[in-house]
């Protein structure tokens, strides 16, 4: 298996039976650059706002734990509309995923930015995986960047709880409340409905980031 538990009583305490945490290897916090992510972007013909888009994926395979259940893993990345490879970023909190040049606190900034890279990596867990789009300022997307590198790469179980903390109350995510289950993360933003398109496998992918 790539994931490992450590001290697993010690983090959660009582842990539902229906939902869990993903158990991947952890980094120490980032120390990495935040590049400029406030610069030129394409406007919203509807009311002239300069927009990107943040991209959350959902792992909701079965973890191979019972108790468990299906929480293996939640990440996101932000894609700017403008097209410039340096604005990419990538926020993958107590993961396995091992792109060139990511930081200890599982962030990636810049061209190595692979979206299709990262989905194929998770769907090594199973299909079902969903990467939901949302378009979000660069304001917004700014403050992510900056949440996320502020809190790291966290600890063995981390990633739902700091993926969370990283979206919660911004923009499209202003309902969204941190929580440390993959699926509940999930199930939140299924009910929000606040995404502007999905994708499950490279195809879907594809059409995703080129709209």
């Not at 229906?18 to 394409?42: H, I, N, W």
């Not at 403050?143 to 809190?151: G, H, P």
């Amino acid at each position: 298996m790539r994931r490992q538990v450590r001290g697993l009583q010690d983090v959660y305490g009582e842990v539902p039976t229906t939902s869990a945490l993903e158990l991947r290897d952890f980094g120490e916090a980032a120390a990495g650059f935040s590049p400029d992510v406030a610069g030129s972007r394409r406007r919203n013909q509807g009311n002239g706002t300069e927009v990107a888009a943040t991209y959350v994926v959902s792992n909701t395979n079965p973890t191979g734990w019972p108790f468990l259940g299906n929480n293996t893993h939640s990440g996101l990345f932000i894609i700017p509309d403008d097209g410039d490879p340096e604005g990419r970023f990538l926020y993958d909190p107590s993961g396995s995923y091992r792109a060139p040049e990511i930081g200890s606190g599982h962030a990636l900034h810049g061209p190595d930015v692979s979206p299709e890279d990262y989905l194929n990596y998770q769907l090594r867990d199973g299909p079902s995986v969903t990467i939901r789009r949302y378009p979000t300022t660069p304001e917004e997307e700014a403050e992510i960047i900056k949440r996320s590198d502020d809190a790291g790469g966290g600890g063995d179980v981390d990633c739902t709880y700091l993926v969370s903390g990283a979206i919660e109350g911004i923009g499209p995510f202003r309902e969204v409340q941190q929580t440390m289950w993959p699926v509940g993360l999930d199930n939140q933003l299924r009910r929000l409905k606040k995404h502007v398109g999905e994708a499950s496998d490279p195809e879907s992918l594809r059409r995703l980031l080129s709209k």
